[in-house]
């Protein structure tokens, strides 16, 4: 118990110190800070310290969901799209039926992040490949376990093995999209049959919106399963795959919108006005207006469509740091709007603990303002009342890797509230959230 306490302190000591960065009070020393190149004003000030209070924030979210919500939709959705489909369309056999409609309905859970399969998942699938099993979809599931168990050649070649079959089988669409962006992300990023996978799962996906593989409610589910497909496409992809989605008439709406705003967002960010060149300036600036507005216009209607879906509303946290948003709807406003829709969207707090550094006109007050104001809600079913701990590894991060703000402002008693909260609603985690608050206690000087 003293040893298993000992580690733990090392492991809070390790994550408290950091990667070194080249700002302090979150101005680069040898640049202008972000904001003084910019060509619009901040919407959070210091007078704003006021509105960054529990009661305000969270004044929308009396009756908002959470993210387990979404984790049971997920499990239905994969269930009835893996075992359940592998009892119509696998590749059937006495010998393995039942132990592959386990197997997949086992990664049905892994799969909607509820359980890691470990070393059990793996022994259980080498099992049935030795029994014969050549069902393309228990291939893939195999693969998967063998890569992110660190066998990323062993997994990736398992995949490949029954990719032909997949492609060719009666499985789902989408299902055969995540296995080529599978394939993809274990392919070196300058290898041309990276982007020939990306290109498989382009068409896949499209072929899912056009078959309804998701239902009208879960049209959430697939926006958050595009997430891994979208982030490995570069931005003219991007482009290309939202305006392909939008042209679907069996597309929702909502999700065109949003996947056409968020292209817009990301590009208005790749056009942010820092180091322009003269003789580039003119340009950059309509690109940079273009691509804002367009942002704004279609995510604020995406959030109109459907206000009861947090997404939205949480880039246009990003958009209202560029002042792109209208009168009163700064990242306060859309903040306060995503949590209403669900209480831990994770999105929605990374985007005001960005929104909220000194280089955006925020400071180290306000951000540990918002962080204590997050613990106060005691949701430790949640992440929410952890987003104190990570408000104060930022502020670390952006002063250069020092505590004197952690000492100065003396936050420790709110920290440590957090800190035992989630030690007594996780009484298997409790030594690493106690050796965490001991750690801090140190660093704070207490």
């Known amino acids: 118990m003293f040893l298993n306490g000992w580690i733990g302190m090392l492991v809070a000591l390790i994550a408290l110190a950091g990667a070194r960065v080249r700002h302090v009070n979150g101005v680069p020393q040898t640049e202008k800070s972000a904001t003084e190149s910019l060509a619009f004003s901040c919407a959070i000030g210091a007078s704003?310290?006021?509105?960054?209070?529990?009661?305000?924030?969270?004044?929308?979210?009396?009756?908002?969901?959470?993210?387990?919500?979404?984790?049971?939709?997920?499990?239905?959705?994969?269930?009835?799209?893996?075992?359940?489909?592998?009892?119509?369309?696998?590749?059937?056999?006495?010998?393995?039926?039942?132990?592959?409609?386990?197997?997949?309905?086992?990664?049905?859970?892994?799969?909607?992040?509820?359980?890691?399969?470990?070393?059990?998942?793996?022994?259980?699938?080498?099992?049935?490949?030795?029994?014969?099993?050549?069902?393309?979809?228990?291939?893939?599931?195999?693969?998967?376990?063998?890569?992110?168990?660190?066998?990323?050649?062993?997994?990736?070649?398992?995949?490949?093995?029954?990719?032909?079959?997949?492609?060719?089988?009666?499985?789902?669409?989408?299902?055969?999209?995540?296995?080529?962006?599978?394939?993809?992300?274990?392919?070196?990023?300058?290898?041309?049959?990276?982007?020939?996978?990306?290109?498989?799962?382009?068409?896949?996906?499209?072929?899912?919106?056009?078959?309804?593989?998701?239902?009208?409610?879960?049209?959430?589910?697939?926006?958050?399963?595009?997430?891994?497909?979208?982030?490995?496409?570069?931005?003219?992809?991007?482009?290309?795959?939202?305006?392909?989605?939008?042209?679907?008439?069996?597309?929702?709406?909502?999700?065109?919108d949003l996947l056409v705003g968020r292209y817009h967002l990301e590009e208005a960010w790749q056009a942010m006005p820092i180091g322009w060149r003269p003789e580039t300036h003119e340009e950059k600036k309509r690109s940079w207006d273009l691509h804002r507005e367009e942002a704004r216009r279609y995510l604020t209607a995406a959030y109109e469509r459907k206000p009861e879906y947090p997404e939205a509303a949480a880039h246009l946290i990003r958009v209202a740091m560029t002042g792109g948003t209208r009168r009163g709807e700064d990242e306060i406003f859309w903040f306060q709007r995503a949590v209403g829709a669900q209480f831990d969207y994770e999105e929605a707090y990374l985007n005001m603990l960005w929104s909220l550094q000194p280089r955006w006109c925020g400071s180290h007050e306000a951000k540990l303002q918002f962080g204590i104001a997050c613990g106060e809600t005691r949701r430790f079913d949640t992440i929410v009342p952890y987003q104190l701990v990570k408000a104060l590894l930022g502020i670390k991060r952006d002063d250069d890797d020092s505590y004197a703000f952690w000492r100065k402002a003396d936050a420790y008693e709110p920290v440590a509230a957090v800190l035992q909260g989630y030690a007594e609603a996780a009484p298997a985690r409790r030594n690493w959230y106690r050796s965490l608050q001991a750690g801090i206690a140190w660093r704070m000087g207490r």
């Open 48 to 256: 704003d310290l006021d509105r960054l209070t529990a009661t305000n924030l969270f004044a929308l979210s009396e009756k908002a969901g959470t993210a387990k919500d979404l984790t049971e939709q997920a499990l239905a959705f994969n269930r009835r799209t893996m075992g359940t489909a592998y009892e119509t369309v696998g590749r059937k056999n006495e010998r393995w039926d039942d132990s592959a409609k386990a197997y997949l309905d086992r990664f049905a859970e892994i799969f909607a992040d509820m359980a890691g399969g470990g070393n059990e998942i793996r022994e259980k699938g080498a099992a049935l490949l030795a029994d014969g099993c050549d069902d393309p979809l228990v291939l893939y599931c195999h693969g998967v376990a063998l890569a992110s168990g660190g066998k990323k050649s062993a997994g990736r070649a398992c995949i490949e093995r029954g990719i032909r079959n997949l492609y060719a089988s009666g499985y789902p669409a989408h299902r055969k999209a995540f296995a080529a962006t599978r394939l993809a992300k274990l392919i070196p990023f300058t290898r041309p049959a990276r982007t020939k996978h990306l290109e498989v799962a382009f068409g896949y996906l499209l072929e899912a919106i056009r078959n309804r593989d998701y239902r009208e409610d879960e049209s959430r589910l697939l926006y958050l399963h595009l997430q891994n497909f979208w982030d490995m496409m570069p931005l003219p992809d991007r482009k290309r795959f939202a305006e392909a989605v939008a042209a679907l008439p069996e597309a929702d709406p909502w999700l065109a």
